[in-house]
């Protein structure tokens, strides 16, 4: 199957059991998706597993709910008593009702529901999507092949009293009920066929450690990459490397660190980043300033305004960024914002997704980098996970470092583990050839965007956008990576080129082939007018370049472009 005979809705790769990327071929798709068009949400065979609850976890949550709820109450389900505790001090938080409920399945196997009002569920998945900490598909499928009717409850809590929307890539409705053909459905086999037997606890162990091995050597070998004011040498080891099951957990979680280590305090949001970081600050916490513009002096003015409120208390909390950030692909100025948290003892959490530890090294100047693993570390699009890196040279290490293995629970499901660490072995071969596929796609499309009549009115991509601060952070042989953005002129030249580019369309990025959506549509379908204000525009085309051949590149791309210019001269011609 071609990448543009992806079905809508079907998963990417096609017959994947775990893929987390759903086939959306069309503008018109997308626009169907994010209004919750029947036709578009009847197709979809896969989804992405923080932003809905996916088949194998509705039909887990089906079962228990039968056993343990009421017709009146809906779920959630997590690996741990204290994600499913969190999630019920979340709602409690919130006026809601909820109350969990452990099911032991087996000894090595137990379940927590979190019960909730069905009408409070959109406000429940909040806390699924910007924590990420809800059981995995792996989990679900391995729970159903072995669970059995007689299973009960081993403990539960009863509901709290009632103390004194956004809407972004997916319904916030409850799940329907799945068919009831559905929950006999058996998928016990699926680790034995694919893997010829099921991975056991030491396998999973021997993979985490090998992961953590590896993302502390690839920081370790970057060590001194650049150069600049507030470097310092950095001597991390893999016991500085935390694993947890999304990037957006890893994020998350270093947030909930922050404010146990230094207090509740204002954090900052630094540049345009992707929705979900800015939506965890708003939801935790006493709030955030968000500089979409990145703006260091607006930043400046900031902290000596709450400086001077109280000079003996530090102004913000944290500062977090994206290096570089998604979609406007552009970096930040580590070495200014270092000497800014030097100055005012605030921390510093850069989220290296889209740069990834083979392009750049931003370490140095954290003090702690946060990575979506789900992305092109595992490059396949069928299992999810994330990193937190602390920062051993810097001041606040030794309390960060004493709290997080105080507070840190590994709830990174073994299977989702082996196959993320099988996944990884050739990240750095993948990501150095998505460098040079990507970067011929760019240059290619920088030459198209200076013709006169060329609809495409900016390329966002490292080698243009702030460039300076990326190569000061480039390590040697680094490249830009695979992910770049294009504006339009007009809606209708977007709608074209997306339209006819013959890749994989759906909502994600970073992985092992090229991937197209139209963001702004995707993650700002209610605030468009407010992305456009900071140059993120409803014509606008992120793309994830894979490990195609660089010729099929060149072609499928060539024929969007001509695509894009036939659609701007209609328009041209329509206003003549």
Sequence with gaps: MTPSEYPLGSPIP????????????????????????????????????????ILDVRKLSALLEQKFGTPSESSLLFPSRKSAEACRAFLAARDVLARVVQHCISDQLCIFLVLFPRDQFSTAKKFWQYTGLGISSRLATRCLSVLTPATSPTSSTPPYLKPGAHRHYASSKPPREPPAELLGTDKSEYLEKRYGSTPGV??????????????????????????????????????????????????????????????????VCFGFQFVDTLRLLEEWGPGYYFLGHSSIDELEGILEAEQAKNPHEPPILALFTEFPSNPLLRSADLPRLRTLADKYDFLIVIDTSIGNFINVETLPFADIVVTSLTKLFSGGSNVMGGSLVLNPARKHYAALKERLLTIYEDVYFDEEAIVMERNSRNFSERATKINANAERVCDFLYASSQEPSSPITEIFYPKWQTAAHYAARRVPGGGFGGLFSLAFASLRAAEAFFDVLPCAKSPSHGTNFT???????LAHYGELDWAARYGVPSAFVRVSVGLEDPGWLHDAFASAVRAAEEAHRADANAGA
């Design 202 to 267: 030491g396998a999973a162990e021997l993979a985490k450690a090998a992961m953590r091995r590896h993302i502390a050597g690839v920081h370790v070998r970057n060590e001194g990459a650049g150069g600049g004011e507030a470097e310092v040498e950095v001597a991390v080891t893999e016991h500085d490397v935390f694993l947890f099951p999304t990037g957006m957990t890893a994020i998350w979680s270093a947030h909930q660190l922050a404010l146990d280590v230094r207090g509740a305090k204002k954090s």
């Design 14 to 53: 096609a017959f994947t059991e775990h893929a987390i990327t759903p086939s959306l071929p069309t503008w018109g798709d997308n626009v169907g998706y994010q209004a919750g068009e029947a036709r578009v949400m009847d197709a979809m065979q896969a989804l992405y597993p923080r932003f809905c609850i």
């Design 515 to 521: 991937l197209a959506c139209p963001y702004t549509i």
